[in-house]
């Protein structure tokens, strides 16, 4: 059976933790800052953790079973 190759985009936009939880950036935060707040744009800056429902479309994109 063929290796399933790894998705280009996916793997810029993805990184795994030590545990295996997938984290990826927010967005909305590459222009138009101005009308956003500071606090807004701080907690924008951070990592969050993929929702359940998508984490198996990545994993199959990171080509990890």
């Given at each position: 059976m063929?290796?399933?190759k790894t998705?280009?985009?996916?793997?810029?936009?993805f990184k795994m933790?030590?545990?295996g939880k997938i984290?990826?950036?927010h967005a909305y935060k590459s222009h138009l800052l101005t009308k956003k707040s500071?606090?807004?744009?701080?907690n924008l800056g951070y990592?969050?953790?993929?929702?359940?429902s998508d984490r198996?479309?990545?994993?199959?994109?990171?080509g990890i079973k």
């Open positions: 063929a290796k399933t998705n280009p985009g996916a793997k810029k936009r933790t030590g545990s984290r990826r950036k500071k606090k807004r744009k701080r990592y969050t953790s993929l929702k359940k198996n479309n990545v994993r199959l994109l990171l």
